[in-house]
């Protein structure tokens, strides 16, 4: 069950409602889940299609996403599924926020996933307008948060989670920890409506530095967790000091968060990368 000390909530990074089952075994709990297009494809009803060599339709896709996501819904009916929508680099806002719209409309506890770029922040400023609530994936900086912050001002706390995706940094050497503790930093002087959930953990120590620094959810694949649950459900103490293996470090930024979001820098190359990686592998489960 749940330790008495741990605040932050623990989701399944996913997108097999039997790992979602298993995962709940283990640890007794499960606050949540996300899904992507990516963990979609490697569902196994998928990957069986895929292997005797049939695609699906555009419409049985989406009616296929929606199957696995209320099943996951019906398992964590208290907690939030994250459900992404189509976005390669030419999807505009008018798209994804249609997009959103439906796949807010297939489960009551969603939360939908759009891409921290330019299209995807003018499409959360108008989804939180409308009543959704919203996940904004694929962030990479401590700019990008503030103007998730700024372009989603009005969203009640619940509403709206960042995720910065930690171990894509770490994988160009850079510190991706560090990017959680600065938009934690900084979030500090805002006023709470955006929650950070760190996202592209890979390893036990990224899990354990996120409870230690207070990111308010992890997402963790299913053996990641699995392995914590079998450990007994450790949560780190005042001793417990991260390992940065070399990794440069992420300096913090005094960036305040009253500006308007169109002024902040928000690009960057890993953004592009992970709508073109997302959006690769939806079109290879399309006919």
Known sequence: MRPKDLKTRIFLDGGDPGETKEIIRILGFLDGQTTNPTLISKNPEARLRLERGEKFAREEILDFYNQVVKEISSLIPRGSV?????????????EMLKQGMEMFSWIPNAHIKFPSSKEGLKTAEQAVKAGL?????????????????????????GGVFVSPFIGRLDDKGENGMDLIANILRMYRDGDGHVEVLTASVRNSDHLQYAIKLGSDIITAPFQILKEWGEKGLPVPGNDYRYD????????YKELGLAKNWQEYDISHELTVRGMERFSADWNALIK
């Open 82 to 94: 994250s459900v992404e929508v189509y976005a390669d680099l030419s999807t505009k806002a008018e």
């Open 133 to 157: 609530r919203i996940n904004m994936t694929l962030c990479f900086t401590q700019e990008q948060a503030a103007a998730v912050h700024a372009a989603t001002r009005g969203a009640k706390k």
């Open 244 to 251: 940065q293996h070399g990794l440069s470090l992420i300096p």
